[in-house]
């Protein structure tokens, strides 16, 4: 048997027999026969399965679906990682933080949530229901775009070009964390180190996605110093320091990050 999702499912007319490498796969084999119990193989009057085998493993081992952007109860996210245990699917990404608002609890910031969002309580909460389904949560903190919702908050995160713009949260608006503010990587060390410890998952999302850099960075004055200091040609190039930055605090805490393909284009 190879694989660790590598199941059989035999069904006989006498018995049903599971057999897998590990438990996630006996676990995936009794979602197919929960499949098969609800579907045209069984009888609609009898209730019998009539005798099959099924050898089955995944194609691929990564498996994801996302939740994205706006709010979910958390009941609703509950019945969102049923539906996906059901269908094998193993990792769910949350998004936690956009324009749209911050929905994670954290302790260090406590004005960043004080409206709807999930307590660190709620999310421990999740992340132990999904593992019981075989799904690892894996959560999205997105920088340096799509943070209207901190910048609301904390304005001198922004850059001096965007001090004096109204920031509405829950609709987009083309503002981002400033690269050249030491306070940033200050603040953001907190709030990815409280991630950090919160989520087991080995991976961060920090995004990287959507940047509107020419109307932020390129009018920032200090952003447009730091260019020049590093030799720079192209504003999109503090990608390279301000991430440096974000990967050192993962680092730390010995996490991997992921991060839109988007920043392909930062190198000249």
Same mark, same amino acid.
């Given at each position: 048997?190879?694989?660790?999702?590598?199941?059989?499912?035999?069904?006989?007319?006498?018995?049903?027999?599971?057999?897998?490498?590990?438990?996630?796969a006996?676990?995936?084999?009794?979602?197919?026969?929960?499949?098969?119990?609800?579907?045209?193989?069984?009888?609609?009057?009898?209730?019998?399965?009539?005798?099959?085998?099924?050898?089955?493993?995944?194609?691929?081992?990564?498996?994801?679906?996302?939740?994205?952007?706006h709010?979910?109860?958390?009941?609703?996210?509950?019945?969102?990682?049923?539906?996906?245990?059901?269908?094998?699917?193993?990792?769910?990404?949350?998004?936690?933080?956009?324009?749209?608002?911050?929905?994670?609890?954290?302790?260090?910031?406590?004005?960043?949530?004080?409206?709807?969002?999930?307590?660190?309580?709620?999310?421990?909460?999740?992340?132990?229901?999904?593992?019981?389904?075989?799904?690892?949560?894996?959560p999205?903190?997105?920088?340096?775009?799509? =943070?209207?919702?901190? #910048?609301? +908050?904390?304005?001198?995160?922004?850059?001096?070009?965007? @001090?004096? &713009?109204?920031? $509405? /949260?829950?609709?987009? =608006?083309?503002?981002? #964390?400033? +690269?050249?503010?030491?306070?940033?990587?200050?603040?953001? @060390?907190? &709030?990815?180190? $409280? /991630?950090?410890?919160?989520?087991?998952?080995?991976?961060i999302?920090?995004?990287?996605?959507?940047?509107?850099?020419?109307?932020?960075?390129?009018?920032?004055?200090?952003?447009?110093?730091?260019?020049?200091?590093?030799?720079?040609?192209?504003?999109?190039?503090?990608?390279?320091?301000?991430?440096?930055?974000?990967?050192?605090?993962?680092?730390?805490?010995?996490?991997s990050?992921?991060?839109?393909?988007?920043?392909?284009?930062?190198?000249?």
């Open positions: 048997m190879e694989g660790d999702e590598h199941y059989y499912l035999h069904v006989k007319k006498d018995k049903i027999q599971i057999k897998g490498k590990s438990p996630r006996v676990f995936y084999g009794i979602m197919t026969l929960h499949q098969l119990l609800l579907g045209d193989v069984c009888s609609t009057q009898q209730k019998r399965i009539v005798p099959i085998t099924i050898d089955d493993a995944p194609r691929f081992p990564y498996r994801a679906l996302m939740i994205d952007r709010f979910i109860p958390v009941e609703d996210v509950k019945f969102y990682i049923d539906q996906m245990a059901r269908y094998k699917y193993n990792a769910l990404q949350l998004h936690l933080t956009d324009d749209q608002g911050w929905r994670i609890e954290i302790k260090k910031y406590p004005q960043l949530a004080s409206t709807e969002h999930y307590t660190q309580d709620e999310l421990r909460d999740l992340i132990a229901y999904a593992a019981l389904r075989n799904i690892e949560i894996i999205e903190v997105d920088v340096p775009g799509h =943070t209207v919702a901190i #910048l609301a +908050a904390y304005p001198e995160l922004g850059c001096t070009s965007s @001090q004096n &713009i109204t920031k $509405e /949260v829950g609709k987009t =608006t083309n503002l981002m #964390l400033c +690269a050249s503010n030491k306070k940033v990587y200050e603040v953001y @060390q907190h &709030i990815l180190g $409280e /991630v950090a410890d919160l989520f087991p998952s080995q991976y999302h920090l995004g990287g996605d959507e940047s509107v850099i020419d109307t932020n960075w390129g009018q920032c004055e200090h952003c447009q110093a730091l260019m020049k200091q590093l030799g720079y040609t192209k504003t999109s190039q503090l990608m390279i320091p301000f991430f440096d930055q974000m990967l050192a605090i993962l680092e730390k805490k010995e996490k990050p992921i991060l839109w393909c988007e920043l392909d284009n930062i190198y000249p």
